[in-house]
């Protein structure tokens, strides 16, 4: 017994999507006549459309490099470190100087919570920095590569938590005074720390243990190598954020802050028997400042925090006032062609016709909006990178912001569609 199958294709589909795809194409030439008719206007959002784009891709890729910075990572063990700052007399004599320093230092050490304190001539979010050309060669015409470089005593690494990669720390036979004359100590520093950005710069595929800089021993005097450390970072970290962030610490007691490593539930405690202790340890000194290295970031980054809100307060109000524009529109059109949208009925135009209609017309302007919107935001990338050394718009936030744009479109035009597709011919016709 033959048994013939016949396989039916889906023809059911493909009519379907046809069909669909001609009455789409069917509505261009009604739409196009009507919107020549009102050129102003379909300007108006088209124009509104785009500078939208152009600013929300730009400004959105800002709050992204906003906040990138607001997240880098410091290396350092924030919670636990509270920074001081103290307004006195600096005596002349830099050896008295140190003297007082290693006072200081003593008394901070003894305090019951504190794990580690150390005198540093800069920290991170301090607002300023200290920095030093290095090289290769005692070459005056030899390329110099610009380093953070700070200055304190062998306590650095355990205070700030600090990862030893290679190498080793300093030890207390190496630390020098604090000299600002030009025959001082700085003249034979001869160790160094770096960090690891800075030895792959300078000794890519190689250890760094054992090598020499110049430009940070006094002079012409070479330094040596003794250890690389992990996250070090320049003070101003957005430079840390680039991978150019190179730092070096010189072995020398400096003054300039105070900062303590304890744990974060004794922090104000320890930050107020600090500040009691150095303004005990000298007369007429006043700490000025004693505060967690957490506020420090906040308050550094205060700035960047409130940019980012007023960019991203920016971005809602033009989406918010480009729907609006698009709903006025379309209501206003609605109300228009209401004796338009009574014929098409009365001639056997379905509901979804008429909403179809709308839409597709909203499609049109917010596409063309969004092509000149493009093109403006990637001349905008432009200038802002070459005005203000802002990275370039990655491409991602291209299509994104058109997405964006198409689906706020159409939810915009929806409530004005649906209530013109809704009009009974007899109400419209009479209308």
Same mark, same amino acid.
């Given at each position: 017994?033959?048994?013939?199958?016949?396989?039916?294709? /889906?023809?059911?589909?493909?009519?379907? %999507?046809?069909?669909?795809?001609?009455?789409?194409?069917?509505?261009?030439?009604?739409?196009?006549?009507?919107?020549?008719?009102?050129?102003?206007?379909?300007? %108006?959002?088209?124009?509104?459309?785009?500078?939208?784009?152009?600013?929300?891709?730009?400004?959105?890729?800002?709050?992204?490099?906003?906040?990138?910075?607001? !997240? =880098?990572?410091?290396?350092?063990?924030?919670?636990?470190?509270?920074?001081?700052?103290?307004?006195?007399?600096?005596?002349?004599?830099?050896?008295?100087?140190?003297?007082?320093?290693?006072?200081?230092?003593?008394?901070?050490?003894?305090?019951?919570?504190?794990?580690?304190?150390?005198?540093?001539?800069?920290?991170?979010?301090?607002?300023?920095?200290?920095?030093?050309? &290095?090289?290769?060669?005692?070459?005056?015409?030899?390329?110099?590569?610009?380093?953070?470089?700070?200055?304190?005593?062998?306590?650095?690494?355990?205070?700030?938590?600090?990862?030893?990669?290679? *190498?080793?720390?300093?030890? !207390?036979?190496?630390?020098?005074?604090?000299?600002?004359?030009?025959?001082?100590?700085?003249?034979?520093?001869? &160790?160094?720390?770096?960090?690891?950005?800075?030895?792959?710069?300078?000794? /890519?595929?190689?250890?760094?243990?054992?090598?020499?800089?110049?430009?940070?021993?006094?002079?012409?005097?070479?330094?040596?190598?003794?250890?690389?450390?992990?996250?070090?970072?320049?003070?101003?970290?957005?430079?840390?954020?680039?991978?150019?962030?190179?730092?070096?610490? &010189?072995?020398?007691?400096?003054? *300039?802050?105070?900062?303590?490593?304890?744990?974060?539930?004794?922090?104000?405690?320890?930050?107020?028997?600090?500040?009691?202790?150095?303004?005990?340890?000298?007369?007429?000194?006043? =700490?000025? !400042?004693?505060?967690?290295?957490?506020?420090?970031?906040?308050?550094?980054?205060?700035?960047?925090?409130?940019?980012?809100?007023?960019?991203?307060?920016?971005?809602?109000?033009?989406?918010? &006032?480009?729907?609006? *524009?698009?709903?006025?529109?379309?209501?206003?059109?609605?109300?228009?062609?209401?004796?338009?949208?009574?014929?098409?009925?009365?001639?056997?135009?379905?509901?979804?016709?008429?909403?179809?209609?709308?839409?597709?017309?909203?499609?049109?302007?917010?596409?063309?909006?969004?092509?000149?919107?493009?093109?403006?935001?990637?001349?905008?990338?432009? %200038?802002?990178?070459? !005005?203000?050394?802002?990275?370039?718009?990655?491409?991602?936030?291209?299509?994104?912001?058109?997405?964006?744009?198409?689906?706020?479109?159409?939810?915009?035009?929806?409530?004005?569609?649906?209530?013109?597709?809704?009009?009974?011919?007899?109400?419209?016709?009479?209308?």
């Amino acid at each position: 017994m033959n048994t013939t199958t016949t396989l039916t294709p /889906p023809a059911a589909a493909r009519p379907g %999507l046809l069909t669909t795809l001609r009455a789409w194409t069917q509505d261009f030439a009604p739409i196009l006549s009507t919107l020549r008719r009102h050129k102003i206007a379909a300007g %108006l959002i088209v124009l509104e459309v785009a500078l939208t784009c152009t600013i929300v891709t730009n400004a959105l890729h800002m709050i992204q490099t906003r906040a990138q910075l607001l !997240s =880098v990572n410091s290396g350092l063990a924030e919670a636990e470190l509270g920074v001081l700052n103290a307004r006195g007399s600096r005596p002349q004599d830099p050896l008295t100087f140190d003297s007082r320093l290693r006072s200081d230092l003593a008394a901070l050490r003894a305090l019951p919570g504190v794990k580690s304190a150390i005198a540093v001539n800069q920290h991170v979010f301090g607002g300023s920095s200290n920095n030093s050309g &290095v090289s290769l060669s005692p070459d005056k015409q030899a390329a110099r590569v610009t380093v953070a470089q700070y200055a304190s005593d062998e306590y650095l690494l355990p205070t700030f938590g600090l990862q030893l990669l290679e *190498g080793r720390n300093f030890r !207390s036979d190496e630390i020098h005074a604090d000299a600002r004359d030009d025959e001082g100590d700085d003249a034979r520093i001869g &160790v160094v720390l770096i960090n690891k950005v800075l030895a792959d710069k300078f000794f /890519p595929g190689r250890s760094a243990l054992g090598q020499r800089l110049y430009g940070l021993g006094g002079g012409d005097a070479p330094v040596t190598v003794i250890g690389v450390v992990g996250t070090l970072t320049h003070p101003y970290l957005h430079k840390s954020r680039r991978q150019d962030g190179y730092a070096v610490v &010189v072995p020398v007691r400096s003054g *300039g802050s105070y900062v303590v490593r304890t744990e974060p539930a004794q922090m104000d405690a320890v930050l107020k028997a600090a500040s009691r202790a150095l303004e005990q340890n000298e007369q007429g000194r006043v =700490v000025t !400042s004693s505060k967690p290295l957490t506020q420090l970031r906040d308050e550094f980054f205060a700035q960047d925090r409130a940019m980012a809100w007023l960019m991203g307060g920016v971005c809602a109000a033009l989406l918010l &006032v480009t729907a609006m *524009g698009i709903v006025g529109l379309a209501s206003f059109w609605v109300q228009q062609r209401t004796r338009m949208i009574g014929t098409r009925r009365a001639l056997g135009a379905t509901q979804a016709q008429i909403l179809r209609y709308f839409l597709l017309e909203n499609l049109l302007l917010t596409t063309t909006g969004i092509l000149i919107g493009l093109a403006g935001a990637l001349g905008l990338s432009q %200038l802002l990178m070459q !005005s203000y050394a802002l990275p370039r718009l990655p491409w991602v936030y291209l299509p994104a912001g058109a997405l964006t744009l198409w689906a706020l479109g159409q939810l915009a035009v929806w409530v004005p569609a649906r209530r013109a597709a809704r009009l009974s011919p007899v109400a419209a016709l009479r209308a």
